[in-house]
């Protein structure tokens, strides 16, 4: 149990184009998803927490119109990176917090991000 | 704010041997959530285990165990009968009990090695 999923793996985009990255909770609801960033041999840097119908709360260095999250619904959160440039180029994790086990976070397989 | 060190960037061990990851935090919270995730070359974070602070006994998952010691604030993870599959990524995560979004503070990773 407990399983998320991200979509896509991988993505190329050129400089300027919109990407959007998709995270669901595959057997459970998750009321909220969070967002992380990492670079190359480095920890995970939390971007934004969203909870299931409202706004996401980004962290500070974020900018919340350059990384659109939307948790539209109980299974799926959305990060949408906005005019991409090559400095965003990342590993994007999203995990997600369910009902039952509300004091674990489940992780997605990543989604490597590279702006031409 | 709460911080997590794991002041050991690279560990490395011959195969079934015993191996001890360290990680110390900072908090004023009595109570909170301490975790081990492992990230393998797949880049997917893996909750190996998970210890909540106001219990006494460490934690225990088969070969993987703690050693949880409040008042010093550390809490190391030991790998018992390494095997070449133990090669990862392990990050120290704290999160606060009341802590409503469920927000994880990580450490910044230990590159633990397994040699045949």
């Known amino acids: 149990g407990a399983v998320v999923s991200q979509h896509p793996s991988r993505v190329i985009c050129k400089s300027g184009t919109s990407v959007k990255i998709e995270c669901r909770s595959l057997d459970f609801q998750a009321t909220t998803m969070f967002w992380y960033r990492q670079f190359p041999k480095k920890s995970l840097m939390l971007m934004a927490t969203s909870n299931e119908g409202s706004k996401a709360t980004y962290e500070q260095g974020v900018e919340k119109d350059k990384f659109l999250i939307n948790h539209a619904s109980l299974t799926l959160s959305t990060l949408t990176v906005t005019s991409a440039h090559p400095e965003d180029s990342s590993f994007y994790i999203c995990?997600?917090?369910?009902?039952?086990?509300?004091?674990?976070?489940?992780f997605g397989p990543g989604t490597r991000l590279t702006v031409l | 704010a709460q911080t997590v060190t794991q002041s050991q960037p690279e560990m490395s061990v011959q195969e079934a041997e015993t191996v001890t990851l360290s990680c110390t935090y900072d908090t004023s919270e009595s109570d909170y959530y301490l975790f081990w995730y492992k990230q393998p070359p797949s880049r997917q974070m893996i909750l190996v285990i998970r210890q909540e602070a106001y219990k006494q006994q460490n934690a225990t998952e088969n070969r993987f165990s703690v050693n949880f010691q409040k008042a010093a604030k550390s809490f190391s993870l030991k790998i018992s009968d390494s095997q070449l599959g133990d090669a990862a990524m392990y990050f120290c995560?704290?999160?606060?009990?009341?802590?409503?979004?469920?927000?994880?503070?990580f450490g910044g990773g230990t590159r633990l090695m397994v040699k045949p």
């Open positions: 995990s997600a917090r369910g009902w039952i086990s509300t004091d674990t976070q489940y």
């Open positions: 995560a704290y999160r606060n009990f009341n802590n409503a979004g469920n927000m994880l503070t």
